[in-house]
């Protein structure tokens, strides 16, 4: 993780076999991060645009009660829905119904 933590920051990037960059997924798990969310995802949003990175955010939010899925969504607007993604609700149906044993 250091070494590919160094290469971004020094601008060696990480290409793939056919020389395209590689898109790097930041999986951001959130609750109750109303307030923080939209510093993160700026922060990580200009990071990798300064370093011309292409990038996207997954947030992964456990159904809080603040609002946080609602900043998502508009961040989502502002950003485009290929720059910050939000798993589909079905995923979480799932955690409330485990396979039987």
């Known amino acids: 993780m250091k070494e590919v933590l160094e290469r971004v920051m020094s601008g060696k990037l990480i290409t793939s076999c056919s020389g395209n960059l590689d898109k790097y997924s930041v999986i951001l798990p959130t ?13 990580l949003a200009r990071t990798f645009d300064q370093h011309q990175i292409d990038w996207e955010v997954i947030v992964v939010d456990d159904n809080s009660p603040d ?4 900043v998502a969504e508009q961040l989502q607007r502002l950003y485009g829905p290929h720059r910050i993604v939000r798993p589909p609700p079905s995923i979480y149906k799932a955690q409330d119904h485990p396979p039987n044993p």
């Open 31 to 43: 609750y109750n991060e109303r307030r923080n969310l939209p510093i993160m995802i700026w922060l």
């Open 67 to 70: 609002g946080t899925l609602e």
